[in-house]
Structure formats: C-alpha cells, structure tokens
C-alpha cells in the first residue's frame, strides 16, 4: 500500500512538472530589447560615480596603516628571492606604489599597468635592463661594456642578462610592481609565460596584485612555485578602482567611437604638457589631410623639433609608446611604404580631444 501510494504521488509530481513547462511555453514572450533601455551618457554617468562619498575613511586608514607595518616583512621576503602577490577586495594601486616609493628606494623599480587593454612587456624589460646596468656602474670601479643597445638585443639576450650573477650576496635587484597581472593585456598565455620567465631571473623581484577571481588558474604548479614563487597576501584596501576603470566601458553608458576620445582625454590629462602638444600636432595634421594614411614618423619629428617639444628622437619614441601603449596611435604604411602614425578615433571625436587639450 505504502509502495502504491509512493508510484501515484511520483505520477503526479512529474504530470503536475510537464503541465507547467507547458503552459510557460505556451504564454506570451516579452518584447521588450536591451537595445529599447535608455542608457545615460557616460560622462553624466562618471561624474556621477566620481561624486560618491566614501565611507569608513578612518577605518580604511587604520587599515592602510596596518598595511605599512609589514613593509620590513615584504622587503625581507623579496631579499630572499620570493615574489609578492597582493589579492583582496579593492583597489591596490595605492598600496603596490606606496610601498615601492617607501622600501625600495635602493632598488631600481619598473612599473607595468596590467589595466590597460595593451601591455608592451619588451619595454619594461628594456627598461630593467638598463637600470641593473647603471646599478653595476655604481657598484663597480670598471664599468661593464655592453655589447649593442639594449633596445636592439633579443628577448633571450634581455633575459640572460637580467639572469647574470651580478651581486654575490643577491642584495642587487631590479623590482617590477605590476598592477593587475591578471588585467586584459596580460591574461593570455604568452604574456603570462613571459613574466615568468622574467621572474625567475636572479636580478629580478616581482610585486603585483590580482583582482579578478580566478586568476589563479593562470599558472601552473611550475610557474607559481619555481618561477614566480608567491607570497600570497590578503590586503583588502576597500578602495575604489578609480584608475583601473577609467580603461573600460560602463555597462549602463552608451558605447561607441565616442569611448575611445573620452578614454584619450582622461589619459592626455596625467601626460606632461609636451607629450600633449605631440599628440595635438598628430591630430591637427591628421584633421587638415583627411585622405591621407597618416604622417610619416621623420615628418612629425621635424615639427617637433621645430617647435621645441622634443631634443631627440628617443624623447619622441618614449611619448609614442605611451600612446601605442594606451592604442590612441596607430601605425601603417602609406604608397609610398612610409611608415605612417595615425589617431582611430572619428573626427568628431578627434575635435573634441582637441578642445580639451586646449
């Protein structure tokens, strides 16, 4: 009798389950879009987000505060060849560069935005090299001759000297301070392998944070234990990610060709004044010969030089990385195979970049 009861109360169970799938399936579907939301405009958003009042200012303080307290800790970890890893609610940016400006100003820092939707690793790892060999300068009496520029020697060149045996008591090291190794230029398995081959260079000390909550399936046993060699620290700062998402598109904003001139704008304002007038001198150009690929390298160096913006072509090389890095310049060959420099924004967004600047 209790089996009987038990068939005709699972009959009714799975009749009563298929009599409601059919009547959802037979009622009316929605019509309403994602595309009929009307969305607010960005920068009316932004400014809006911008004028949020923190709360809990002390208790963050006190947090922060408690953070320095472990500087020596960090710094003596470091020495001993780990790297740090920062994790936790917040925005770290604050964090990774206060203690960079505070316990590591004997060693030389680099400093890599992982944020940014482009990440050129190769320059950073210019850039090290050429602070560990000023580093041995002052060290040692007779100065090591390099071979070629740094600039010109290969990625396996760049890593066999930051590789070296430089220092015999390991205190000698170059620092680079990435905010968020797991950002969108740097989640893909080729970058992700370049750092940690550049990690497990001897000369080199690694501090970064993560945020995103599987970053940890990034790496390998081999690249967190052997290369990268984590310290995991949980250091929730409860900060707003103010500079991490200027870099990205709000959800309830509009998009479109207008993103990219706003994002130039905010970027075009951290900038020096003269890395502003390069980029002012590109879009004007580029603005009066609309038909044009874009203009070629030498021809904006003689303008700004002209004009007393840059004293070399590696000043003007250092401020076009920026924008490359930032994608507000773009590069290709024009009839003639010039390589020509090029702003992929519309024109009307271009003007509006140009008013700001100005």
């Known amino acids: 009798m209790d089996a009987a009861e038990g068939d005709e109360d699972e009959y009714m169970f799975s009749r009563n389950y298929f009599l409601a799938k059919e009547l959802g399936a037979s009622g009316k579907k929605s019509s309403t879009k994602l595309s009929d939301i009307d969305l607010v405009d960005e920068q009316e958003l932004r400014a809006a987000v911008s004028e949020i009042v923190v709360k809990h200012e002390k208790e963050i303080s006190s947090l ?170 949980h250091v929730p700062t409860f900060a707003p990610y103010k500079v991490e998402g200027l870099f990205f598109p709000l959800i309830l904003a509009h998009g479109g060709s207008s993103q990219s001139a706003k994002t130039a704008s905010i970027v075009l304002q951290s900038l020096t004044p003269n890395a502003q007038s390069v980029f002012k001198v590109l879009a004007e150009y580029q603005l009066a010969h609309p038909d044009e690929e874009g203009l070629p390298i030498n021809k904006l160096y003689s303008i700004c030089r002209e004009r007393f913006l840059v004293s070399s072509q590696v000043t003007l090389n250092s401020h076009l990385t920026e924008f490359k890095d930032h994608e507000m310049v773009k590069t290709r060959r024009n009839e003639d195979g010039q390589e020509c420099l090029y702003i992929p924004f519309a024109s009307d967004g271009l003007e509006k970049v140009l008013e700001e600047i100005n």
């Open 64 to 233: 922060m505060n408690s953070y320095k307290e472990q500087y020596s800790k960090w710094l003596f970890e470091l020495r001993c060849g780990f790297g740090l890893l920062m994790y936790g609610f917040g925005s770290k940016k604050l964090l990774l560069e206060d203690f960079a400006s505070t316990a590591l100003t004997e060693y030389g820092v680099v400093v890599i935005n992982g944020y940014l939707q482009s990440v050129n690793i190769n320059h950073a790892v210019i850039a090290m090299a050429e602070l560990l060999m000023e580093q041995q300068k002052t060290k040692q009496r007779t100065p090591t001759k390099m071979k070629k520029p740094f600039a010109s020697q290969s990625k396996e060149d760049l890593l066999a000297f930051l590789n070296g045996s430089h220092s015999k008591n390991g205190d000698s090291f170059i620092c680079i301070v990435i905010h968020n190794i797991d950002g969108p230029g740097l989640r893909d398995s080729e970058s992700q392998l370049y750092l940690a081959q550049i990690a497990s260079c001897s000369c080199v000390r690694l501090v970064a944070s993560v945020d995103h909550v599987n970053a940890p399936l990034l790496w390998d046993k081999k690249k967190v234990h052997t290369q990268f060699n984590w310290c995991w620290y």
